[in-house]
């Protein structure tokens, strides 16, 4: 719409606003937190992962793990942007790496309807959530042995 037929929108670009500075003003160039969001580790299932995309297999690996990668790799499905494992009642399960970890804890055992129990029953919830890592009960097990409420009582 035109600033005549949008009133509001129209008044609101008029004005002029004292506290925003000039250099505040100006378009910048520079991103200062762009290190911020490189990838600094791998995912665990990163070769996994490559192989179920592109056939990829990692050139360092030995005869022995190469034919475990093959024999895993039928228990696993890529669903882009994520890999999944069909556990043995065969359930897909997302597997997830260390910047979603200590979210889906806290929410599976801090929130409101988690109810703080502890940390087997906790990981036995973000398995039937449909999660999974390698270190899940162990993670979870340290996770309450943090937990200020759960240490109270």
């Known amino acids: 719409k035109k600033g005549v037929e949008n009133v509001v ?5 008029r004005l002029d606003n004292a506290t925003i500075t000039a250099k505040e003003k100006s378009i910048t160039e520079e991103f200062p937190d762009e290190r ?13 992962a490559n ?3 592109s056939n990829v297999v990692p050139r360092e690996y030995t005869w022995q793990q190469k034919k475990k990668l093959f024999r895993d790799a039928k228990h696993y499905w890529w669903d882009d942007p994520y890999l999944y494992k069909e556990g043995t009642d065969g359930v897909m399960i997302r597997c997830v790496s260390g910047a979603e970890v ?3 804890m806290w929410h599976c055992h801090s929130s409101d309807y988690g109810g703080h129990h502890s940390g087997n029953r906790t990981a036995v919830k973000i398995l039937h959530c449909g999660f999974l890592w390698p270190t899940l009960f162990h993670d979870c097990n340290q996770f309450v042995r943090n937990c200020d409420k759960c240490q109270r009582t």
């Open 9 to 13: 929108a129209d008044h609101l670009s």
């Open 36 to 48: 911020l969001f490189a990838i600094s580790q791998r995912p665990w299932f990163a070769n996994m």
């Open 51 to 53: 192989f179920k995309a």
């Open 102 to 104: 200590r979210s889906i």
